[in-house]
């Protein structure tokens, strides 16, 4: 079923992401003011600083972060329902690159996910990674919102999370899955038809991957499919904060 090639597995890690951290960190830089026991220590050749900060009552709990030429987004999630059963909004910020607040919108849910389409430079955000899940998209340009929903609810139970790019079509992390084991898809390719979004399966949360350590081929048993990205050959590179035994 898998169009993509068999990831690299350690028994540790499902897999070793190639980012910087201390980038992050100067970006959305936080200190023991925040309520932080230990200040964070910044690797050699960073430093640490304040990019923004949160407002309280209005946006709090920072989580996607997504950069489009000089401008910088941040999508809060204020501790809201990942479900989106409460009925709360979340708030995404256009900052300059010197932290100056510039723009915001409002989306429908728990945001849990935001990317940048390199392809048509519109900014992807998804809600709801528990459950109930649907896609708002950005023009940066004419700052114009589209609310997208879902032709049918994930295969896996639960909704979507984290979202890449590669090659002109958009993938999606299927999070929170209804069964252990998750033989549902942990990966499944988006595509915008109308306002609704519909997916194909792309790969498996039980698929056959490569063992970095050993050689051996395993059989995976995602069971929250997380984070992603694309590597710079074009693979997909996701995590999994649930993995089970295989």
Do not use: C
């Not at 081929?217 to 995602?222: C, E, I, K, Q, Y």
Request: charge should be negative.
């Amino acid at each position: 079923m898998s169009t993509v090639p068999s990831p690299m597995i350690s028994r540790n890690a499902l897999v070793a992401s190639v980012v910087s951290v201390a980038s992050a960190a100067m970006l959305l830089g936080v200190a023991p003011a925040f309520g932080q026991a230990n200040a964070p220590l910044a690797a050699d050749g960073y430093t640490l600083s304040v990019f923004a900060t949160g407002v309280v009552g209005q946006y709090t709990h920072p989580d996607s972060l997504a950069v489009f030429q000089d401008h910088v987004y941040i999508a809060y999630g204020d501790g809201n329902d990942p479900t989106g059963a409460d009925g709360k909004t979340n708030m995404v910020v256009e900052y300059t690159r010197a932290g100056q607040k510039v723009y915001s919108f409002t989306v429908k849910g728990h945001n849990d996910g935001m990317k940048v389409n390199p392809y048509t430079h519109k900014l992807w955000v998804m809600q709801n990674e528990d459950a109930n899940p649907n896609l708002v998209v950005f023009d940066p340009v004419t700052r114009q919102t589209t609310l997208y929903s879902f032709a049918a609810p994930p295969q896996a139970g639960g909704g979507y999370d984290d979202i890449t790019f590669s090659n002109g079509k958009a993938y999606l992390s299927a999070s929170n899955p209804a069964h252990n084991p998750n033989s549902e898809p942990a990966i499944v390719q988006a595509t915008l038809v109308g306002t609704t979004v519909v997916v194909t399966p792309v790969l498996e949360g039980t698929a056959a991957a490569t063992d970095i350590l050993t050689g051996k081929t395993v059989t995976l048993n995602l069971q929250d499919p997380d984070s992603m990205t694309t590597a710079p050959g074009g693979n997909l590179v996701l995590d999994s904060q649930g993995i089970r035994s295989w």
